[in-house]
């Protein structure tokens, strides 16, 4: 397998695999698992930016600069919320939901590019926003709650890539500057747990402490293949491929989980499904 597809895919596919992992830690309150993923990819990001002198360049350039420091500060609350509400997602049962948002994010970053970066739209690319939002409204019209989870995952993942367009910083040293800038939030955090008495990290067992310590490493490390994947292979590659995740979200949330979906809503999986292959083909044709 060329090399490229192998660290892109492994990087997709670990993106995939993380309603397992939080799933471990739904006896966590979703607001410390997200201090504890916040506090812990630090010190991951900060072995790894030390080990490329041109991800250290780019981290000293960041916080040397006041306007990057701020797009990063807003990129970094946006992934904030992403992270948080995903979480919310595994502990309510609603990955399937949270998988919908995912499949829709690139169509979201569509409409974002035309209207912030006045980019062009295709009759594909069209076609591709037009179905799918009519889709998503099909889901919300014939679901039994309202999918804000799956809505603010989606909203909340395209308004980070739209935020990295306009940021110079590459990914992982931005991030190092994101988790950094977020770091009093997640001591915060801490803080009114230990207050009340309610923080799990080295309060229930050993097992909770071990996969919290992970939480940082399996926040990075998809990030670092993913970025080290899409430095070798086409961007249209990188884009197809990256209904991976998702799709994966999808079949653990329904096979492993047990979450239930009813016709209507499947009919509205199929119909965002469409779209996706559409875009795709746009992506395919470059137009």
Same mark, same amino acid.
């Given at each position: 397998?060329?090399?490229?597809?192998?660290?892109?895919? =492994?990087?997709?596919?670990? $993106?995939?695999?993380?309603?397992?992992? #939080? =799933?471990?830690?739904?006896?966590?309150?979703?607001?410390?698992?997200?201090?504890?993923?916040?506090?812990?990819?630090?010190?991951?990001?900060?072995?790894?930016?030390?080990? *490329?002198?041109? $991800?250290?360049?780019?981290?000293? @350039?960041?916080?040397? @600069? *006041?306007? &990057?420091?701020?797009?990063?500060?807003?990129?970094?609350?946006?992934?904030?919320?992403? $992270?948080?509400?995903?979480?919310?997602?595994?502990?309510?049962? *609603?990955?399937? &939901?949270a998988s919908m948002g995912y499949f829709i994010s690139p169509l979201i970053q569509i409409i974002g590019g035309y209207l912030i970066f006045n980019e062009r739209l295709s009759k594909y690319k069209?076609? !591709?926003?037009?179905?799918?939002?009519? =889709?998503?409204?099909?889901?919300?019209?014939? +679901?039994?709650?309202?999918? #804000?989870?799956?809505?603010?995952?989606?909203?909340?993942?395209?308004?980070?890539?739209?935020? *990295?367009?306009?940021?110079?910083?590459?990914?992982?040293? +931005?991030?190092?500057? &994101?988790?950094?800038?977020?770091?009093?939030?997640?001591?915060?955090?801490?803080? #009114?747990?230990? @207050?009340?008495?309610?923080?799990?990290?080295?309060?229930?067992?050993?097992?909770?402490?071990?996969?919290?310590?992970? !939480? +940082?490493?399996?926040?990075?490390?998809?990030? !670092?293949?993913?970025?080290?994947?899409?430095?070798?292979?086409?961007?249209? /590659? /990188?884009?197809?491929?990256?209904?991976?995740?998702?799709?994966?979200?999808?079949?653990? +949330?329904?096979?492993?989980?047990? &979450?239930?979906?009813?016709?209507?809503?499947?009919?509205?999986?199929?119909?965002? $499904?469409?779209?996706?292959?559409?875009?795709?083909?746009?992506?395919?044709?470059?137009?």
């Amino acid at each position: 397998m060329n090399k490229g597809l192998l660290l892109l895919l =492994s990087g997709y596919i670990l $993106w995939g695999g993380f309603p397992v992992f #939080w =799933s471990y830690l739904s006896h966590v309150t979703a607001g410390e698992v997200l201090a504890h993923r916040i506090f812990f990819s630090v010190p991951v990001l900060i072995a790894m930016v030390l080990l *490329r002198d041109k $991800w250290k360049q780019g981290f000293i @350039s960041a916080i040397n @600069s *006041r306007r &990057e420091l701020l797009n990063l500060l807003i990129s970094g609350t946006i992934i904030a919320v992403n $992270w948080g509400v995903y979480i919310l997602a595994v502990n309510y049962g *609603r990955i399937i &939901e949270a998988s919908m948002g995912y499949f829709i994010s690139p169509l979201i970053q569509i409409i974002g590019g035309y209207l912030i970066f006045n980019e062009r739209l295709s009759k594909y690319k069209k076609t !591709a926003v037009l179905l799918a939002t009519a =889709s998503v409204f099909y889901y919300i019209l014939n +679901g039994d709650v309202f999918p #804000w989870i799956g809505l603010i995952v989606g909203f909340s993942f395209a308004s980070y890539g739209i935020a *990295r367009k306009i940021i110079k910083t590459t990914d992982v040293p +931005g991030l190092l500057v &994101e988790t950094t800038i977020l770091l009093p939030l997640a001591l915060a955090i801490y803080a #009114w747990l230990i @207050s009340t008495n309610q923080l799990a990290f080295l309060s229930v067992d050993i097992k909770t402490d071990v996969l919290i310590i992970f !939480a +940082g490493l399996v926040t990075v490390v998809p990030l !670092a293949l993913f970025t080290a994947g899409a430095k070798i292979l086409p961007m249209t /590659t /990188t884009g197809i491929l990256f209904f991976t995740t998702p799709l994966l979200q999808f079949m653990i +949330g329904y096979t492993m989980f047990d &979450e239930t979906i009813n016709q209507q809503q499947l009919v509205a999986f199929i119909g965002i $499904w469409l779209s996706l292959i559409i875009y795709s083909v746009a992506l395919i044709k470059k137009i």
